[in-house]
T-cell receptor, first 114, second 107 residues
C-alpha cells in the first residue's frame, strides 16, 4: 500500500474554477504537509497540520485552504484558480513535529490552469 | 539570497564516476534532509542528518554543523541515479529548500 497517496495525479482546469486535491496517509503520522513546486523546481512549504491544527501557514494566498477531516487526511482546496497556480503540489507526512523526522512524500499532483 | 544553496545546479557524469553534490545553508538547523526526485516527479527522502555521516548503499551523506555544509556522495554512479537531488533544512519551525541539483548519468 502507498504510504502517502494523493489524488488526482493530473488536473487541468480553467481559470476561476475551484478545485481540490486530496491526500491520505496510512502511516499513523500526526503531521501532514502541503508543498508547492514551481516551474523552476523550487519546493516551498505551504501548510502543515499537526493533530488537525494548522501549525505553519506560509504566506500563501487565502484562496488556498487546507482541510483535515481526520488525522489521516489533509486536503487542499483552491478557489478562483489563477494561471500562476499551475505547479506540482506534494503532500507529505511525518511522525510528529519533532525536528528530524523522516518525511514521506506523495507522488505529486500536476495542476495546470488554462 | 536563498537560505539553502546547492551546487552544482546541473551535473552530467559517466557511469561509474564518483559524484558529489554540495549544500550550504545560512540558518540554524535541527536537521538536514536530502531528497531525490525522479524524472516522473515522485520525491523520496534519502537521508535525514543532524550530525556526522550516514551511508545507505552507494549513497553517503555528511554534514558539518559548524561550517553549515552538507554533501551527498554517490559512489559507482549508475544511469538509474539520474534524478534531481534536493537539500532541505529543518529549523525546528519551518523548512527551507535548495533549488535542486539535476544529475544525469550517462551509460
Amino acid at each position: 500500500d502507498t504510504a502517502v497517496s494523493q489524488t488526482p495525479k493530473y488536473l487541468v482546469t480553467q481559470m476561476g474554477n475551484d478545485k481540490s486535491i486530496k491526500c491520505e496517509q496510512n502511516l499513523g503520522h500526526d503531521t501532514m504537509y502541503w508543498y508547492k513546486q514551481d516551474s523552476k523546481k523550487f519546493l516551498k512549504i505551504m501548510f502543515s497540520y499537526n493533530n488537525k491544527e494548522l501549525i505553519i501557514n506560509e504566506t500563501v494566498p487565502n484562496r488556498f485552504s487546507p482541510k483535515s477531516p481526520d488525522k489521516a487526511h489533509l486536503n487542499l482546496h483552491i478557489n478562483s484558480l489563477e494561471l500562476g497556480d499551475s505547479a506540482v503540489y506534494f503532500c507529505a507526512s511525518s511522525q510528529d513535529l519533532t525536528s528530524g523526522n523522516t518525511i514521506y512524500f506523495g507522488e505529486g499532483s500536476w495542476l495546470t490552469v488554462v | 539570497k536563498n537560505e539553502v544553496e546547492q551546487s552544482p545546479q546541473n551535473l552530467t557524469a559517466q557511469e561509474g564516476e564518483f559524484i558529489t553534490i554540495n549544500c550550504s545553508y545560512s540558518v540554524g538547523i535541527s536537521a538536514l534532509h536530502w531528497l531525490q526526485q525522479h524524472p516522473g516527479g515522485g520525491i523520496v527522502s534519502l537521508f535525514m542528518l543532524s550530525s556526522g555521516k550516514k551511508k545507505h548503499g552507494r549513497l553517503i551523506a555528511t554534514i558539518n554543523i559548524q561550517e553549515k555544509h552538507s554533501s551527498l556522495h554517490i559512489t559507482a554512479s549508475h544511469p538509474r541515479d539520474s534524478a534531481v537531488y534536493i537539500c532541505a533544512v529543518d529549523t525546528g519551525n519551518q523548512f527551507y529548500f535548495g533549488t535542486g541539483t539535476s544529475l544525469t548519468v550517462i551509460p
